[in-house]
């Protein structure tokens, strides 16, 4: 069952949505062929990109609806990391999109040995502490291991934003829009984190991160 965009409902505007940010996203080469996948808190569940599709060219109306319990409403079969997204959203209630890619200098950390855990990418710059805080790694599962939401759940807690071991990121905000940014913003994170490897490096401390959460009333 598909949906019907005749109205421009709140539904329907996120649906566009989706479909705007998923080819400017595949358009400037942060995805590749049928990976990553985006989603949006609505009223009665949630739109995800459908399994297989590849977000250069998505249909609104065959967007995935799925509701709390996980079941789908409408559209097409969902990706098979709709749990992903599932326990990122039920662990932080102000989360309204989340952005999950395989982008290339994300990918590339989250394969490196040494990494710390807790924020496996240095507060390098003011801009990746008020987009996406502190970066946690969460250990390797393969695609699509349920095993993985409880991981994404504890993590999510404290973290608006987490690496997946050999596989990529996943980010959450209070809108698509943000989540959309703050993904794009890890990406030049982590490239600059890969360009000055071997190179010694002055982070952020903690007074200054701190003073940017203050300033900004940053909840990252």
């Not at 349920?146 to 959450?172: M, Q, R, Y």
Request: glycine share 8%.
């Amino acid at each position: 069952m598909t949906f019907s965009i005749n109205s421009k409902s709140e539904e329907s505007k996120h649906r566009e949505q989706i479909v705007e940010f998923g080819k400017s996203i595949f358009d400037r080469g942060l995805t590749a062929g049928s990976s990553g996948n985006l989603s949006v808190r609505l009223d009665d569940g949630w739109l995800l990109t459908p399994t297989n599709a590849s977000l250069g060219r998505l249909d609104p109306a065959t967007l995935t609806k799925l509701d709390w319990d996980g079941n789908t409403v409408s559209g097409l079969p969902p990706s098979k990391e709709a749990f992903l997204h599932r326990a990122m959203y039920s662990t932080r209630g102000g989360a309204k999109g989340i952005v999950h890619l395989h982008s290339t200098y994300s990918a590339a950390v989250s394969c490196m040995c040494g990494l710390n855990h807790d924020s496996c990418i240095p507060p390098l710059t003011p801009y990746f502490v008020m987009k996406v805080g502190r970066l946690p790694l969460a250990p390797y599962h393969r695609p699509g291991d349920p095993d993985l939401a409880a991981v994404i759940e504890k993590l999510a807690a404290k973290n608006s934003s987490v690496l997946l071991a050999n596989h990529g990121p996943v980010v959450s905000a209070n809108s698509l829009e943000a989540a959309v940014n703050a993904a794009e913003e890890l990406e030049e994170t982590a490239k600059l984190f890969l360009l000055l490897k071997g190179v010694e490096t002055r982070p952020l401390d903690e007074a200054q991160i701190q003073d940017l959460k203050k300033t900004f009333n940053l909840d990252i």
